[in-house]
């Protein structure tokens, strides 16, 4: 059976060329640096002791401010030598070149000169200290001269001598001995004890 000539005409294909490829859309001219992620390889294994990165977490170095230039005599507080004593660690002797001294463990000093002493809710104090600022929480035992502030937390205990320009105690912290404020005039004499 053969099919019309008219008929062939309809089921014959167009003459087919490939299509000229369109061009790509024209980039931008400055890309954002920040638009291409970057992943690690399966085959890439972390250098032993680095530390782990997590998704959503900015990488080493990421995010970190620059040191701001301090052109004053007093350093921040987080440029300030600090010595952190920790749970369940014990010192005795003498602490020197401290400019803030945390304590979370116990610490036995005959002399202590620092900044600023900050005794945690589990550290203990035994001594003498004379420093511009103190926050206890825990327990002091001893003489504290604070030339500014002395704070006494609502679990903080000082027993002993108390020396300060300015006392805050919170509701549950005690002070426990002889307590002398400080003041910015000369030092008022002493009567002559009798006897």
């Keep these: ?19 000229a490829p369109k061009p790509a859309p024209a980039a931008p001219k400055e890309a954002p640096a920040l638009s291409q992620t970057i992943r690690p390889t399966a085959t890439t294994a972390p250098a032993p002791n680095a530390p782990a990165i997590r998704p959503g977490m900015p990488g080493p170095g990421v995010g970190v401010p620059a040191r701001p230039q301090s052109g004053g005599s007093v350093a921040p507080q987080s440029d300030r030598r600090t010595l952190t004593v920790g749970k369940g660690i014990s010192v005795t002797g003498t602490v020197a070149d401290c400019e803030r001294l945390v304590v979370e463990g116990t610490v036995e000093s005959e002399m202590l000169q620092a ?25 002091f035992d001893g003489t504290i001269t604070a030339r500014g502030n002395l704070i006494i937390r609502a679990t903080g205990k000082v027993n002993g001598v108390a020396r300060c320009k300015r006392l805050s105690v919170e509701d549950g912290g005690q002070l426990m001995g002889r307590m002398e404020m400080l003041t910015d005039g000369p030092a008022a004499p002493r009567p002559a004890p009798q006897g």
Excluded: C, K, Y
């Design 1 to 19: 059976m053969t099919v019309p000539a008219a008929r062939d005409a309809d089921l014959t294909a167009a003459n087919l060329r490939p299509a």
């Design 115 to 139: 900044a600023e002493l900050s005794v945690g809710q589990t550290g203990v104090f035994r001594g003498e200290v004379q420093v511009e600022d103190a926050e206890i929480a825990g327990l």
